[in-house]
């Protein structure tokens, strides 16, 4: 039970880090599900480069303890979700 609990406030804790960067840099950036999964990751990108969004940005590399696959379901739900 305790680990379902955990695992509820951590999905929710992720759902609220996404939304806050869909409402921080949807205006500037074309966001997808996964490029909001590879710089939670902190996977480097031509688009989303670790030089820049690495140094300065608080998502980057936020969420590496999550499986990849499920965290950009994740995000692509948000992404529909805030349209």
């Known amino acids: 039970m305790q680990d379902d609990e955990e695992a509820c406030e951590k999905e929710q804790a ?3 880090d996404i939304h806050n960067f869909i409402q921080t840099y949807s205006e500037e950036h ?23 969004w690495g140094r300065v940005r608080k998502f ?9 696959h499920m965290l950009r379901k994740i995000a692509t739900r948000e992404i529909l979700r805030a349209r």
Do not use: C, E, N
């Open 14 to 16: 992720m759902r609220t």
């Open 60 to 68: 980057w590399r936020s969420h590496m303890d999550v499986d990849f």
């Open 30 to 52: 074309k966001l997808t599900g996964r490029a909001i999964a590879r710089i939670f990751q902190g996977i480097d990108s031509p688009r989303y480069p670790a030089t820049t």
